[in-house]
């Protein structure tokens, strides 16, 4: 079946590499009228958008992969991230609220993940409703494994955690092994 589909199945492939069935350069999500250049190659949604919407969209997914595109040259999709847009992480207030008086993370905090190693901007909880939880507890309390309790500037999501466990046991997966292919899933150019 997919030998007498083939051409068809090929022309779909370019089609989800470049602009698809966005044909506005218009951001189709906000009023703004905004340029069009941001993707999600993880959420469901296959459309372009503009930078605040994208990030308004991934408030709560920050370790989603985002590929930035110009859709004036024609040319290709680059990968960027939610960090390069103005993205923050905030930690302590689970419901979205906002944090009268945040404190910032490590600069380039670094996040394993299950879709490769990303580096996001954090907020801590400042205020009265998180200011006497450790930062550490802070970071365990949304499912992020850190490498140390004092000043951690890095950790894994429970998520990849979760899968290095499964792969190990099943597939005798070294983690210097599972790190590399992480790495490759972030760029894979080596």
């Known amino acids: 079946q ?31 009228k905004a340029p069009a250049l941001y993707r999600c ?30 859709w ?12 390069a847009l103005g993205l923050r992480v905030q930690f302590g207030h689970e419901d979205g609220s906002s ?4 404190e910032k993370g490590p600069i380039k905090f670094a996040v394993i993940a299950s879709n490769g190693l990303h580096h996001v901007n954090i907020d801590f909880c400042g205020c009265a409703r998180g200011a006497s939880v450790p930062h550490w507890k802070q970071l ?19 998520h990849v955690l979760n899968i290095f466990h499964k792969m190990t046991l099943e597939g005798k997966v070294t983690s210097f092994d599972f790190y590399n292919g992480l790495e490759k899933l972030s760029d894979n150019t080596g």
């Open 99 to 102: 944090c009268t008086s945040p």
């Open 2 to 32: 997919y030998v007498e589909n083939r051409d068809e199945l090929v022309a779909e492939f370019i089609r989800l590499k470049g602009r698809g069935v966005c044909t506005s350069a218009e951001c189709p999500s906000c009023s703004e």
């Open 140 to 158: 365990l309390r949304q499912r992020w494994f850190p490498a140390t309790v004092d000043r951690s500037r890095t950790c894994a999501t429970f």
């Open 41 to 70: 190659l993880e959420c469901f949604s296959v459309n372009l958008v503009c930078s605040t919407c994208c990030i308004r969209m991934h408030a709560h997914n920050p370790l989603h992969s985002i590929e930035v595109g110009a």
């Open 72 to 83: 004036w040259t024609g040319t290709f999709f680059q990968r960027t991230s939610l960090r």
